[in-house]
């Protein structure tokens, strides 16, 4: 059987806002969720996921340097990255089963969080920033758009460098993307990491529409693939695990929003992190509670993914967005139906998210 992915980490741990110090774990620091320096806390956060499903791991509080008494050389003292590349061994020992550790460039172009990676034995596909730059002679590139540009392309009936790849979601659609092989620096299609672009339009390479990623999942046929311990990939597997990240992103906001993962006042560590299991058992039981999957539509003919949130697909507007957590009244007075709110929570969740 195929394995499938689990996430180490997503924007979405980004934190949350919080209001003194008084509580475990806060300070002034970046939280993804606003985008900039605010007193909050962050969690670290690991899920499996697979086309159909996702549940999460573990989670544990990322604790700033200003909170310890040593700072930075407190013994205590944990980066993010080596709080996510620890959870990503953990569920390893625990045997979860996963093809591939995914996570955004914030932890692709961390060489340390990709240096424990490697010390754990556990296979990647980690988003690079398009102008983050690497040594190399002056007459090569020195960036993956760099390295991206240099790929022959001369339109859809001439690809080049260039392979299709269809990327497929829930609801039958289906949207045309190109990936490649690229070679930057110690990235190469047979090195121990290969640099893949994943986009819309290789002519453009759309900001919003294409992806640079870093795998150690070497390449079908390749030399090293005979000699990996990691499963061969080809450009298609890799864009589909990829592109499982998205609707972690996309479910996980529905989480917070609906499940009340930020809203607790406790303050210490430990009825924090009690806090976050309830919160992770009760998305766990909508989930259990799901009625079963209806059979999937038939594909529809692909197109052209629109560069404008094409991560997702074409935008569409949602048939259950106005709908309420649990619609209608309960079934008998002062008592809530908590399937039905499960079902409603869950299809919220997953209308629109990415198949492949």
Known sequence: MRRTQAECWWSTTGGDRKNGTAIAHTAHQYLGSVGKIENGIVAVTT???????????????????????GGRSDPDFRTKPQLAAALAGRAQAVGVDFQAVVADCAYGDNA????????AGLPFVLALKPHKGSWAPVEEAHTPVDAARELSWAGPHAPGAWTTVVRRFRDGRTSVWWAAEAALGGYGPNQAVRLIVATTDPATLPAKATWYLATSL????????????????????IVRLYGL?????????????????????????????????LAACAFTFCWHARPADPAPPPHLPPTPADADGAE????????????????????RPRLADPLRTAATLVAKLVEQAPAR
């Open 245 to 277: 990240r998205t609707w972690i992103e996309q479910g996980y906001k529905q989480v917070k929003d609906e499940l009340g993962w930020a809203d607790f006042q406790v303050r210490s560590d430990a009825a924090i992190r009690r806090h976050w299991a």
């Open 112 to 119: 340390a969080f990709t240096a424990e990676l490697w010390a």
């Open 312 to 331: 997702r697909g074409p935008r569409r507007r949602s048939a259950t967005r106005a709908a309420v957590l649990a619609p209608g009244r309960p079934p």
């Open 218 to 237: 070497p390449r079908p046929g390749a030399p090293r693939a005979a000699l990996s311990s990691f499963p061969a990939a080809d450009l298609a597997e």
């Open 47 to 69: 899920l499996w996921a697979d086309e159909r499903v996702y549940y999460p791991l573990h989670a544990v509080p990322y604790t700033p340097a200003s909170r310890l008494p």
